[in-house]
C-alpha cells in the first residue's frame, strides 16, 4: 500500500529526456522543510536496448522552489537509477524489466530540498525507449 500523492510517473513511454508526469502533468511532491528519508521505487515494465548503446538515468531531483523554473531554483540530483545496456553501464548485463529500489533523502550537504521531481536522461540510439512508473515509498 502507498500514498498516490508521492506518485512522481505514471505508466507511459519515454524515449527522450524530461521530467515525469502523471496525468500528462509535470509532478513535483512537497515534503516540507525538514529531512525525509524513503525510498524511490521504480517499475520497469519495457526497455528497448537494441542498439547496446542506450542509456536511462532516472534521477530524483530536488529544488528550493516549488515549480523548478521561476526565480533562481537550486535543482540537484539526490537519487539516481542507471539502466541500459550492459555496454554503457559498466556492468556485467543488460538492465531487464521488474522493480529497482534506490534509497533517497532529501538532503544533500546539509541542505534539505523541500520539492522534490523525477527527471529522465535518455542517451543512446533510441527508438522507442523505456516505460515505467515511479513513486517515492516514505
Known amino acids: 500500500m502507498y500514498d498516490s500523492g508521492l506518485i512522481l510517473k505514471d505508466a507511459g513511454l519515454v524515449a527522450a529526456s524530461a521530467a515525469g508526469t502523471v496525468g500528462g502533468l509535470a509532478k513535483i511532491v512537497t515534503v516540507g522543510e525538514g529531512r525525509v528519508d524513503g525510498v524511490l521505487v521504480v517499475d520497469v515494465t519495457a526497455i528497448e536496448m537494441a542498439s547496446n548503446d542506450e542509456r536511462y538515468s532516472i534521477a530524483l531531483q530536488g529544488s528550493d522552489v516549488a515549480d523548478f523554473t521561476t526565480g ?17 553501464l559498466s556492468g556485467n548485463q543488460d538492465s531487464a524489466i521488474g522493480r529497482y ?21 535518455v542517451a543512446g540510439t533510441v527508438a522507442t525507449g523505456i516505460n515505467f512508473t515511479a513513486r517515492l515509498g516514505l
Open 101 to 121: 529500489e534506490v534509497p533517497m533523502t532529501n538532503v544533500k550537504q546539509g541542505v534539505a530540498y523541500p520539492h522534490l521531481r523525477l527527471y529522465t536522461t
Open 72 to 88: 533562481s531554483p537550486k535543482v540537484e540530483e539526490l537519487a539516481c537509477l542507471n539502466l541500459g545496456a550492459n555496454e554503457v
